[in-house]
T-cell receptor, first 115, second 117 residues
């Protein structure tokens, strides 16, 4: 079974600084998708960034970028120029088409942004 | 963007009663929707996959007679917690996959907080 591991239960960063959240996963598939979701105190899940495994280029969305290392099964999220609004729980997630697009989530990393 | 709504946002009920939670895709059609449960400070746990016009697929350990799912249209799925008990108190979140979008991306509703007294 696929598993997703986030080894950092909590992280903190100073406003305007850069922080990296770690995620590793286990799969025997070669074609799959990886995501980072943000869950602020409102508890609304918000898609931050999406990566297709067959693409070597790392995905980027404004201040958010990933470091996707397929061989190492690693998918870290880098947040640049951190803002107070970035404070949230961040979940790494995995899916593949053969599973009917069911998402497997990591345990989450609580990010605190200090002013 | 793709928007998913849930109703109600909060519900408090007495033990033994049934509670229905609605999940709607507002601006897209969704043949497939998903229901999750989340305990405080924990991750999302997939309960079941809801498919329009067919029976839901439940994850291992989830009682299908306890958590009834009906996906009667391409924009609406409902989760009914039958004979609710305090241990069913939790945050329930639905998500929907856009039939016209990429097959891998899910859009989430805002969640429903259920409290069973």
């Amino acid at each position: 079974a696929q598993t997703v591991t986030q080894s950092q239960p909590e992280m903190s960063v100073q406003e305007a600084e850069t922080v990296t959240l770690s995620c590793t996963y286990d799969t025997s598939e070669s074609d799959y998708y990886l995501f980072w979701y943000k869950q602020p105190p409102s508890r609304q899940m918000i898609l931050v960034i999406r990566q297709e495994a067959y693409k070597q280029q790392n995905a980027t969305e404004n201040r958010f970028s990933v470091n996707f290392q397929k061989a190492a099964k690693s998918f870290s999220l880098k947040i640049s120029d951190s803002q107070l609004g970035d404070a949230a729980m961040y979940f790494c997630a995995y899916t593949e088409e053969t599973s009917g697009s069911r998402l497997t989530f990591g345990e989450g990393t609580q990010l605190t942004v200090n002013p | 963007g793709a928007v998913v709504s849930q109703h109600p946002s909060r519900v408090i009920c007495k033990s033994g009663t049934s509670v229905k939670i609605e999940c709607r895709s507002l601006d897209f059609q969704a043949t497939t929707m998903f229901w999750y449960r989340q305990f405080p400070k924990q991750s999302l746990m997939l309960m079941a996959t809801s498919n329009e016009g067919s029976k839901a697929t439940y994850e291992q350990g989830v009682e299908k007679d306890k958590f009834l799912i009906n996906h009667a249209s391409l924009t609406l799925s409902t989760l009914t917690v039958t004979s609710a008990h305090p241990e069913d108190s939790s945050f329930y979140i639905c998500s929907a996959r856009d039939d016209g979008g990429t097959t891998d991306t899910q859009y989430f509703g805002p969640g429903t907080r259920l409290t069973v007294l």
